[in-house]
């Protein structure tokens, strides 16, 4: 389980971008983090990924302090941005491997892990060739499959269906969906509604730098997501009807 505690963060002194925020993500379970642009969604991933330096809380995972043990920490978690830091010089396949070889993991069984996902994404026919010359869609392809060769407890993802296909959308799904039959963990970032709506076991909104409401799907049976959404970022309460109450 990722425990995130009373995270505080600032980029300049006086300007708070996230203020004690708190949540958790169980194992095998699926989190969403939902927000307008610019209220802490992709810091707060910064943060859990320890890009950034924490300067007030705690974050673990499985007992492992991102300050206390960050080796064995890292080791478990893993993470696909939506901007991609890709290297771009190297081939699809220098890329795989490189980032096998970050995780120690061996070559027998980085083979094991890549080759089905190579097939479901359907981009054997670009490793060998170098990574600058692929699409944005493709270069997405190659930074899920290779996010998951350390088989992370912990799979972190940034708005993950910019620039895919419907089918690799699809297979993408299916994988989240796979990790928490495995125990393993997902959290994600997204502006799309529906994927979370559909995807999510738990949803956290993030508004001005702090969790303003946290949904599970049971709360989807009175009202959907949309309608939580808009309650959230205005304000509001809903009304019965699904509507936001006017007043008179």
Not at 20 to 48: A, D, Q, R
Not at 50 to 69: A, F, N, W, Y
Not at 168 to 177: E, G, T, W
């Amino acid at each position: 389980m990722l425990e995130v505690s009373n995270i505080s963060f600032y980029y300049q002194s006086n300007v708070p971008i996230l203020t004690n925020l708190t949540f958790s993500v169980p194992n095998g379970k699926i989190v969403g983090l939902l927000g307008k642009n610019g209220v802490g969604k992709t810091t707060t991933l910064k943060l859990i990924l320890g890009l950034l330096p924490i300067e007030k809380g705690t974050i673990t995972l499985q007992d492992c302090s991102l300050v206390k043990h960050p080796i064995q920490y890292k080791q478990k978690i893993n993470y696909v941005s939506d901007s991609h830091e890709l290297y771009n010089n190297l081939t699809g396949k220098e890329y795989l491997n490189f980032i096998a070889d970050m995780y120690e993991v061996s070559a027998q069984e980085r083979s094991k892990i890549y080759a089905p996902l190579i097939q479901a994404f359907q981009v054997e026919k670009y490793l060998n060739q170098p990574i600058k010359n692929f699409s944005h869609g493709t270069k997405q392809k190659i930074a899920i499959i290779s996010s998951l060769v350390n088989d992370p407890q912990l799979w972190v993802l940034d708005e993950p269906m910019t620039g895919l296909d419907i089918e690799s959308a699809q297979v993408l799904k299916k994988l989240i969906k796979a990790r928490t039959d495995k125990g393993k963990s997902v959290l994600f970032s997204s502006h799309i509604l529906e994927i979370c709506e559909k995807l999510c076991d738990i949803i956290v909104f993030i508004q001005k730098g702090t969790i303003t409401k946290t949904v599970t799907q049971n709360n989807f049976i009175d009202f959907s997501l949309e309608d939580i959404y808009m309650e959230v970022v205005n304000d509001e309460p809903l009304g019965k009807d699904f509507s936001i109450k006017q007043d008179n």
